[in-house]
């Protein structure tokens, strides 16, 4: 496949996807030329290196409801009581609030729960305010659903805060909610609780649900701790999603959820529960046994596992903004402090055969066989996201073969 035509198969965002775009990535390397292995910073799959594994508190709880035979069956399509509760309990621990079982929905990974909470959303005209740059997936479902989308940027020199007068601006009487995603995917930003009680204050003022995507929830490293969205849920309704997947290390187990933090109920309506109701039943959810093990999965994995997670992810971190730092050409505003990934800005000015962010990115795989997402695909036209969820020496291999690629290219 010639370099040119892959780049030219990049669609515009709204019907982007990072699989996609990695696929056409991965398919212009070549191995045998380069006499490298391939080295992928583009995709958050921790699971794809040793230093990254499955809690055994996890494993015993999935073995022990497979074998039981008692999860052999269909559960219920909000999902089975125990789950429920137990991710009730879970979230419920930083909340000033005690969340019901009832608020609760399992889904299948976090992508079913932007799924159904844009879906229920849904009405003839309405619009949504999106992030730039933002988890692609949320446009895609947008379009899917004929929401019309509007971005609001965030301002990379203000660690990724929300442009709060934009948002004003954006929202009319058919908007109706705004996503944040905290701690921050493509950014690695992790807000404040002062930031995002503005965000609250703004969502009421403008009578808009404010759907808070936590799938990197508690993964948060920096001088900020995180904070749960759902404590504003008093000052406007909060749909709060997110999964295991992330800080239990198992995105292939597709267990996810979405939450109504709606302690006045404002929003929880006998119509609003029915239509999350009946896209439940038309999607389904995960497997009966992988839910029927989410108490023991909770309330069994050691705190020493997440110090773990932590630990590598701030020391890999540390190594790709260290490097970023040292590499003419790119430049990062804000060294990331959580999730896993960040922005880095291409100085395209500096570089003498690259014309933007895509052609970047497929020129270092051909050559350098290293995978990194070009920005477009998360709104930046001429920024590239790495993801820094990768073993240290892979990463600190991946990051010496970007600086070669940098130098060779730049003036």
């Known amino acids: 496949m010639e370099l040119q035509s892959s780049a030219q198969e990049l669609d515009a965002p709204t019907t982007i996807t990072i699989k996609g775009i990695l696929g056409l990535l991965v398919s212009s390397t070549d191995a045998k030329e380069t006499g490298k292995r391939v080295i992928s910073l583009g995709i958050g799959d921790p699971t ?25 069956g269909y ?50 005209g309405c619009n949504i305010l999106l992030p730039r740059p933002c988890f692609p997936i949320y446009g895609l479902c947008a379009s899917f659903r004929n ?76 001088a900020n701790p995180f904070v749960p969205m759902g404590i504003f849920g008093s000052i406007a309704p909060v749909v709060t999603l997110g999964s295991l997947s992330k800080r239990w290390l198992i995105p292939g187990w597709r267990l996810g959820w979405l939450v109504i933090n709606d302690p006045d109920g404002s929003l929880m309506s006998p119509k609003f529960v029915e239509r999350i109701k009946k896209y439940c039943d038309i999607n389904g959810g995960p497997a009966t046994f992988i839910q029927a093990a989410v108490p023991e999965i909770i309330e069994q994995t050691q705190e020493v596992f997440f110090r773990k997670t932590i630990n590598i992810l701030k020391q890999t971190s540390d190594i790709c903004y260290q490097k970023v730092e040292d590499i003419n050409g790119i430049s990062c505003p804000t060294k990331p402090k959580g999730a896993m990934a960040f922005m ?64 060779r290219h730049s003036y």
């Open 48 to 72: 794809a290196y040793s230093c990254f594994h499955v809690s055994n508190a996890a494993q015993e709880a999935v073995v022990e409801a497979l074998r039981s035979q008692k999860f052999n």
């Open 344 to 407: 880095v800005k291409l100085n395209i000015s500096q570089m003498k055969d690259i014309s933007d962010d895509i052609d970047f990115c497929f020129k270092l795989a051909k050559e350098e066989s290293v995978i990194i997402l070009p920005g477009i695909a998360v709104g930046l036209k001429n920024w590239i996201r790495i993801t820094f969820a990768v073993e240290p020496s892979a990463l600190e291999e991946a990051m010496e073969r970007l600086k070669s690629f940098c130098e």
């Open 147 to 222: 929401i019309e989308v509007r971005y609001f940027d965030l301002h990379p020199e203000k660690g990724w805060e929300v442009d709060l007068d934009a948002v004003q601006d954006l929202a009319d009487h058919n908007t109706v909610a705004m996503v944040i995603i905290n701690p921050g995917n493509p950014c690695g930003n992790v807000y404040s609780h002062q930031h995002l009680r503005k965000v609250a204050e703004m969502a009421k003022r403008l009578g808009i649900v404010v759907i808070a995507d936590e799938v990197y929830g508690q993964l948060a490293f920096g």
């Open 75 to 124: 559960a219920p399509t909000a999902g089975l009581p125990q789950a429920r509760e137990a991710i009730a309990e879970y979230l419920s621990r930083d909340l000033p609030y005690k969340l019901p079982a009832d608020s609760v929905y399992v889904t299948a990974g976090c992508t079913q729960a932007i799924e159904i909470a844009l879906s229920v959303l849904a009405r003839p």
